[in-house]
């Protein structure tokens, strides 16, 4: 997931992060200026970075496009999110419950 394969697929760490997130508020501007649909649909990286999201990943044939408008490879959903980011939080602790004996 953090690029081993010469791709990570966590916005904002690894080897090559998806810098396009199909995310909302990440594809806005600072504030205060406004958000509408041009910025979503802007081609560009989101002007927010969402560090620590996973995206969606590659298709079956270990294809991945960089492209917001995609959302099967690049939506970031509570559902493989919240088991990625628990495991994460999980691996943490256990580091700092080893460090402190």
Not at 12 to 22: L, T
Not at 47 to 55: E, F, N, R
Request: aromatic content about 10%; hydrophobic content about 25%.
């Amino acid at each position: 997931m953090l690029g081993d394969t010469g791709r990570s697929y966590v916005v904002g760490f690894g080897v090559n992060p998806p810098d396009r997130p199909h995310h909302g508020s990440s594809s806005c501007p600072d504030t205060p200026a406004s958000c509408g649909w041009d910025d979503f649909n802007y081609d560009g990286p989101n002007p927010q970075i969402l560090y620590g999201a996973l995206v969606g990943g590659p298709d079956i044939n270990d294809n991945f496009e960089n492209d917001r408008t995609d959302y099967i490879q690049n939506e970031v959903t509570c559902d493989y999110n919240a088991g990625f980011q628990s495991s994460v939080a999980g691996i943490i602790k256990l580091l700092i419950d080893e460090s402190n004996d």
